[in-house]
């Protein structure tokens, strides 16, 4: 009897316990929706946190598809496509609106693996079967950047050969933003190195110079001022940064008059971007202004760093709450977008008076109306420091709205001694 009346005690509670489990267990679809937004709103990090944390709830199809969505932005392309293919197994199971959204991470993924005629053919692949779904906007960035990948569809993946350990000194220009040499066709000449930058870019009377090859491409960019400038495309076969080289690098090609700034005399030549940068896995710069470049990166556990598609993003924290920033080593400044002012309206308006500004970039200048905010102290990772003079948007830029709360720039990062900047492993250390 003992025996018994424990045994049905032991039932009693396990029967209590998995009573109280299925009354707090989330739903699938509550599950899905809070991801789904976090998703939409682009707040990578908070969405990968939730889904660790719930991905066990998720029926199978779900939890490839929200999987995929964390490696591609954590720099994970092979993975997040390899997750796409087990997850198109089910395709018949799938509504046409999660079929777009699926086939455009595809499409990020193999722009960032450089699979240029592959990503052409998933471009024409969306426009055929799912323009129904897609803003206005959308399709025509779809049908803008489907030029740059036909453009490229015979173009060699971008290789880099590291051969050993490297230094790459850096200076900065007469704007404040850090130059590096490069050299190719037995010319050695100066570039701005920017995270920032989606491509990197080249002035069009430099293309000759340097013997690159010169696609015509009939597509355009959008300028930080949001003004749109016609581009082509340049192919340099070997350039060589150091001793690093790196072949078949894509430029985007600007009219020198879109790449200038005669108002205050400045010429650059062209940038390097971040698809040069982040193939090299791993650069640490410090206040000497040096780059060193592993043969071998190291392992990384921050994981404050993503991607927007080629653009970089970084965590930072304020005030207790977890922001996402673009990051953007070509920027002298920090700046704040309108997305800030939405969530810290009250506190903006009750300390700060409405001004004008005025920026410039590649494609001009422009005024816009916002706030100069006199400090700010954000985190990341194990660091801290406070920024002054921070220009604070409350329109939007492009006439987009953006998702995210600024642009983090060089103010921040010159108060370290070193800055890390991990892409194998989605991390960014300041020391």
Same mark, same amino acid.
């Given at each position: #009897?003992?025996?018994?009346?424990?045994?049905?005690?032991?039932?009693?509670?396990?029967?209590?316990?998995?009573?109280?489990?299925?009354?707090?267990?989330?739903?699938?679809?509550?599950?899905?929706?809070?991801?789904?937004?976090?998703?939409?709103?682009?707040?990578?990090?908070?969405?990968?946190?939730?889904?660790?944390?719930?991905?066990?709830?998720?029926?199978? /199809?779900? +939890?490839?598809?929200?999987?995929?969505?964390?490696?591609?932005?954590?720099?994970?392309?092979?993975?997040?496509?390899?997750?796409?293919?087990?997850?198109?197994?089910?395709?018949?199971?799938?509504?046409? /609106?999660?079929?777009?959204? =699926?086939?455009?991470?595809?499409?990020?993924?193999?722009?960032?693996?450089? !699979?240029?005629?592959?990503?052409?053919?998933?471009?024409?692949?969306?426009?055929?079967?799912?323009?129904?779904?897609?803003?206005?906007?959308?399709?025509?960035?779809?049908?803008?950047?489907?030029?740059?990948? *036909?453009?490229?569809?015979?173009?060699?993946?971008?290789?880099?050969?590291?051969?050993?350990? !490297?230094?790459?000194?850096?200076?900065?220009?007469?704007?404040?933003?850090?130059?590096?040499?490069?050299?190719?066709?037995?010319?050695?000449? *100066?570039?701005?190195?920017?995270?920032?930058?989606?491509?990197?870019?080249?002035?069009?009377?430099?293309?000759?110079?340097? *013997?690159?090859?010169?696609?015509?491409?009939?597509?355009?960019?959008?300028?930080?001022?949001?003004?749109?400038?016609?581009?082509?495309?340049?192919?340099?076969?070997?350039?060589? =940064?150091?001793?690093?080289?790196?072949?078949?690098?894509?430029?985007?090609?600007?009219?020198? +008059?879109?790449?200038?700034?005669? &108002?205050?005399?400045?010429?650059?030549?062209?940038?390097?971007?971040?698809?040069?940068?982040?193939?090299?896995?791993?650069?640490?710069? *410090?206040? +000497?202004?040096?780059?060193?470049?592993? &043969?071998?990166?190291?392992?990384? /556990?921050?994981?404050?760093?993503?991607?927007?598609?080629?653009?970089?993003?970084?965590?930072?924290?304020?005030?207790?709450?977890?922001?996402?920033?673009?990051?953007?080593?070509?920027?002298?400044?920090?700046?704040?977008?309108?997305?800030?002012?939405?969530?810290?309206?009250?506190?903006?308006?009750?300390?700060?008076?409405?001004?004008?500004?005025?920026?410039?970039?590649?494609?001009?200048?422009?005024?816009?109306?916002?706030?100069?905010?006199?400090?700010?102290?954000? +985190?990341?990772?194990?660091?801290?420091?406070?920024?002054?003079?921070?220009?604070?948007?409350?329109?939007? =830029?492009?006439?987009?709205?953006?998702?995210?709360?600024?642009?983090?720039?060089?103010?921040?990062?010159?108060?370290?001694? &070193? #800055?890390?900047?991990?892409?194998?492993?989605?991390?960014?250390?300041?020391?």
């Amino acid at each position: #009897m003992k025996n018994l009346k424990n045994i049905l005690t032991v039932s009693i509670i396990i029967i209590f316990i998995n009573c109280n489990t299925t009354v707090d267990k989330k739903s699938n679809s509550e599950i899905y929706n809070v991801l789904n937004s976090l998703t939409e709103n682009k707040s990578y990090f908070k969405l990968r946190k939730y889904f660790e944390a719930n991905k066990d709830s998720l029926s199978k /199809t779900d +939890k490839l598809y929200f999987q995929s969505i964390i490696y591609k932005v954590f720099n994970k392309p092979k993975l997040s496509n390899n997750t796409i293919e087990k997850l198109l197994k089910y395709k018949t199971q799938l509504n046409d /609106t999660l079929l777009n959204k =699926i086939y455009n991470s595809k499409l990020s993924n193999n722009i960032n693996l450089f !699979e240029y005629k592959i990503a052409a053919e998933t471009s024409k692949y969306i426009q055929q079967n799912f323009i129904h779904l897609t803003d206005s906007s959308d399709v025509e960035m779809l049908k803008n950047e489907l030029n740059i990948w *036909n453009a490229l569809s015979n173009t060699p993946k971008q290789e880099v050969i590291k051969s050993k350990d !490297e230094n790459i000194i850096m200076k900065k220009d007469k704007v404040g933003l850090f130059n590096i040499d490069i050299s190719t066709n037995n010319t050695k000449l *100066n570039f701005i190195f920017d995270t920032g930058a989606n491509f990197s870019v080249i002035k069009k009377s430099m293309v000759e110079k340097l *013997n690159f090859q010169y696609i015509k491409a009939n597509f355009y960019a959008t300028a930080a001022t949001g003004k749109k400038v016609n581009c082509d495309i340049a192919i340099a076969k070997k350039i060589v =940064i150091g001793n690093i080289t790196l072949k078949n690098v894509v430029f985007l090609v600007l009219e020198d +008059k879109d790449f200038s700034f005669p &108002q205050i005399n400045y010429f650059p030549n062209g940038a390097i971007g971040f698809p040069v940068i982040e193939a090299l896995d791993e650069i640490r710069i *410090n206040k +000497k202004n040096e780059i060193f470049v592993p &043969q071998k990166p190291i392992a990384y /556990t921050s994981n404050n760093f993503a991607l927007n598609e080629l653009m970089p993003i970084i965590a930072c924290e304020y005030k207790g709450d977890l922001l996402r920033f673009n990051f953007d080593t070509g920027a002298s400044r920090t700046s704040l977008y309108p997305l800030f002012y939405e969530e810290y309206n009250s506190y903006i308006k009750q300390n700060y008076t409405q001004t004008e500004f005025t920026t410039a970039s590649a494609g001009g200048k422009k005024t816009f109306k916002g706030y100069k905010i006199d400090s700010l102290h954000l +985190k990341v990772a194990n660091s801290s420091a406070t920024i002054k003079n921070i220009i604070l948007h409350i329109d939007n =830029i492009g006439g987009k709205k953006s998702n995210f709360h600024g642009n983090f720039g060089q103010d921040y990062i010159k108060q370290f001694d &070193q #800055m890390i900047l991990s892409f194998k492993h989605a991390s960014v250390i300041f020391k």
